[in-house]
Nanobody
Framework: QVQLVESGGGLVQPGGSLRLSCAASGSIFNYVISWYRQAPGKRRELVAT???????NYADFVKGRFTISRDNAKKTVYLQMNSLKPEDTAVYYC?????????WGQGTQVTVSS
């Protein structure tokens, strides 16, 4: 089973960009990978998902601004975040799942503020 480590979070001004990375300890070939986020006092919500064949899906609130991608050779999934808004502030988590297992990373903080 893979272990997941997120990185790339930080403080950015509104309108700015960040790229999050989710690095796996093993092959991600068989995993569907998703990014979730959780803001203080709110439920964790799905941001984007990328299937095993690379097909992406996005929550309506990030469509046109965020792009999810995967590099199976590097065992890494990315979330490119553009045109960031203060409401995008949250801890972002990477999730990997198959029919049998589900793994979570520890999260990376994204803060959008001027």
């Amino acid at each position: 089973q893979v272990q997941l480590v997120e990185s790339g979070g930080g403080l950015v001004q509104p309108g700015g960009s960040l790229r999050l990375s989710c690095a796996a300890s093993g092959s991600i070939f068989n995993y569907v990978i998703s990014w979730y986020r959780q803001a203080p006092g709110k439920r964790r919500e799905l941001v984007a998902t990328i299937s095993r064949d690379g097909s992406p899906n996005y929550a309506d609130f990030v469509k046109g601004r965020f792009t999810i991608s995967r590099d199976n050779a590097k065992k890494t999934v990315y979330l490119q975040m553009n045109s960031l808004k203060p409401e995008d502030t949250a801890v972002y988590y990477c999730n990997a799942r198959t029919m049998l297992v589900e793994r979570w990373g520890q999260g990376t903080q994204v803060t959008v503020s001027s």
